[in-house]
């Protein structure tokens, strides 16, 4: 696997907060947003101090793919601190107070809690959008349908890279966590694991529920009783739609036999990844001489960003 790191162009200068004919889709998506935003740095600080227990010679294919991972990361939320300005405004003045306090609740338990704790968590975040992806590319194509160009692309690069790294953090886990007796293997392999990914799933999904609701709110207040009504019938639609599109997933991640390594790829994600290489339509260009930017640097890109 070519372990490259994308920087995606895209300008979110005209992206509208409502960028989807429906509104629904958009504001959940947009929810969503802030999670990245503030989750995938501490994930790359939890990964970093992981890093130092791995044994250089008998761990060196797992680190080389920490810092492939970490520089994908960190492409990916300083796209989403980016984007998050398109919403992130006086109109919707809870977003950003909700997302300072996610970030603290981070630092609390980077601070606070285990290595394997935090390790635990960040596997569980990676589970579950490792589990999205499909839904992302095969199955919102109706929600999708009028939308801006600018977010779809957004979140087409970011669920094909969840695909493309879907193996790094439960390798990292399994690694620190769950070698050793057969009761670490157990209890940190597979109960443990699964408290990690109910952890992520309710204490990050009570922060994008949160903000979706506020969004929502916001441009309700601006409809008339009967417009208000049908856009509360939408978000149930769509709920209910996504929960049901991603339940299989889901149940899959919760298994004892699961193995993000055997996961097959949605379809078209190839060509979506390749339009974002160097040269590709939303890549940076190539450089005069043939030089490209698409290559992991040897010191990790994702730990240099955030010792800037």
């Not at 992981?50 to 793919?65: G, S, W």
């Not at 609740?105 to 980077?110: E, I, N, S, T, W």
């Not at 007796?181 to 990914?197: E, K, P």
């Not at 049901?244 to 699961?258: D, E, H, I, N, Q």
Request: hydrophobic residues 40%.
């Amino acid at each position: 696997m070519q372990q490259l790191i994308r920087q995606p162009q895209i300008d979110f200068v005209k992206c509208l907060p409502c960028w989807a004919p429906n509104l629904e889709f958009a504001m959940t998506l947009n929810a969503f947003s802030i999670t990245p935003a503030h989750l995938e740095p501490y994930i790359i600080r939890v990964f970093a101090k992981a890093r130092a227990q791995l044994d250089p010679v008998h761990d060196a294919d797992l680190i080389e793919e920490l810092d492939w991972f970490c520089g994908q990361e960190g492409q990916h939320y300083h796209q989403h601190v980016l984007f998050n300005k398109v919403f992130q405004t006086p109109r919707y003045p809870e977003v950003e107070g909700l997302g300072r306090k996610f970030a603290a609740d981070l630092k609390g338990f980077a601070r606070d809690r285990s290595l394997i704790f935090n390790l635990t968590y960040s596997e569980g975040f990676e589970a579950a959008g490792a589990v999205f992806y499909r839904t992302w590319f095969e199955k919102l194509g109706k929600y999708r349908f009028g939308a801006q160009d600018e977010a779809l692309r957004l979140y087409d690069w970011h669920f094909a890279e969840e695909f493309e790294h879907r193996e790094v953090a439960y390798k990292l886990y399994m690694r620190i966590a769950a070698q050793g007796s057969l009761w670490r293997r157990i209890w940190y392999g597979y109960f443990y694991r699964i408290y990690g990914v109910l952890k992520m799933l309710s204490h990050s999904g009570q922060y994008s529920d949160a903000v979706r609701r506020h969004l929502l709110e916001i441009e309700r207040a601006e409809m008339s009783a009967q417009e208000a009504a049908a856009s509360r019938h939408r978000e149930k639609v769509f709920a209910r739609y996504l929960f049901w599109s991603t339940v299989r997933g889901l149940l899959a991640v919760l298994s004892p036999f699961y193995n993000p390594a055997r996961k097959a790829p949605p379809e078209g994600l190839s060509a979506v990844l390749r339009d974002f290489e160097v040269g590709g339509r939303f890549g940076r260009p190539k450089h005069p001489g043939g030089q490209h930017a698409n290559e992991l640097p040897s010191n990790g890109e994702g730990y240099t960003q955030l010792r800037r």
